[in-house]
């Protein structure tokens, strides 16, 4: 998603190792079936992840060292490192904004804002617009 709230670029990605995702399959309701047939192969993914992020100076998200942990293997180490090193994590924020000590999953920290989830929560698209509005009823001029 850019800064105007618009997503330019959602993928499903072609497993390449894995038969199965438990917690995946639990919670987003996915399967590596599942997005073998409508996923995209590992290198075309690649190349278009690697475009995008190339133009990005700041990564937000909610839990962003996991996101940024998970397109490790995507991106060039360089690429990875700077914006590791550009980043701003959504969830921390919201602790310390609201004095929290311990995890606030975004469903939580959304439904206690008045934040309504465009689509299914754990949907990317969905908890990506969901953690972009929180991001915004935080920083309101970021």
Not at 59 to 81: A, H, Q, R, T
Request: aromatic share 12%; net charge neutral; glycine share 4%.
């Amino acid at each position: 998603m850019n800064e105007n709230r618009e997503i330019i670029y959602s993928a499903y990605v072609k497993p390449i190792n894995h038969t199965e995702w438990k917690k995946a399959q639990r919670i987003h309701k996915l399967s590596p079936s599942s997005i073998d047939k409508y996923g995209i192969e590992r290198t075309q993914f690649e190349s278009e992840v690697q475009a995008i992020f190339s133009k990005v100076k700041t990564v937000i998200g909610y839990n962003v060292d996991f996101d940024l942990n998970m397109l490790k293997d995507y991106i060039d180490i360089n690429e990875y490192n700077r914006l590791n090193t550009n980043k701003k994590c959504c969830m921390k924020e919201y602790q310390n904004v609201r004095g929290l000590s311990s995890y606030s999953k975004l469903s939580g920290a959304c439904k206690f804002e008045g934040i309504q989830f465009e689509g299914n929560a754990h949907g990317t698209e969905a908890d990506t617009k969901a953690c972009y509005d929180l991001w915004k009823k935080i920083h309101p001029d970021d």
